[in-house]
């Protein structure tokens, strides 16, 4: 089992940024492939970011590549997600998951694990 908790979600700014941290719990955390998922108001939960277990290996949506970034601390046993640049279409529920591949995957269903979630609201 692995337990996930998001925070720093809130209300920014059009062009603000803001960080998003999943703390991990439970199994190995570097055991795990990580990733970022959002879902807006009426919309389908998406793919944002993903680590494999090493942090070498990462993979961004075109919507926010070169804008975010993600990032971990296996020692922490915490993932990242930076979000430069922010725009009103950001705004979402912000979602953080586990799996127990080595590289990243846009699959939701390849995540076995998943957090409750944090808003990010951005005015425009």
């Known amino acids: 089992q692995v337990q996930l908790v998001e925070s720093g979600g809130g209300l920014v700014q059009a062009g603000g940024s803001l960080r998003l941290s999943c703390a991990a719990s439970g199994r190995t955390f570097s055991g795990n492939a990580m990733g970022w998922f959002r879902q807006a108001p009426g919309k389908e939960r998406e793919f944002v970011a993903g680590?494999?277990?090493?942090?070498?290996?990462?993979d961004y949506a075109d919507s926010v590549k070169g804008r975010f970034r993600i990032s971990r601390d296996n020692l922490k046993n915490t993932v990242y997600l930076q979000m430069n640049s922010l725009k009103p279409e950001d705004t979402a529920v912000y979602f953080c998951?586990?799996?127990?591949?080595?590289?990243?995957?846009?699959?939701?269903?390849?995540?076995?694990?998943w957090g409750q979630g944090t808003q990010v609201t951005v005015s425009s």
């Open positions: 998951a586990a799996n127990s591949r080595y590289y990243t995957t846009r699959r939701q269903e390849d995540y076995d694990y």
């Open positions: 680590i494999g277990r090493s942090g070498g290996n990462t």
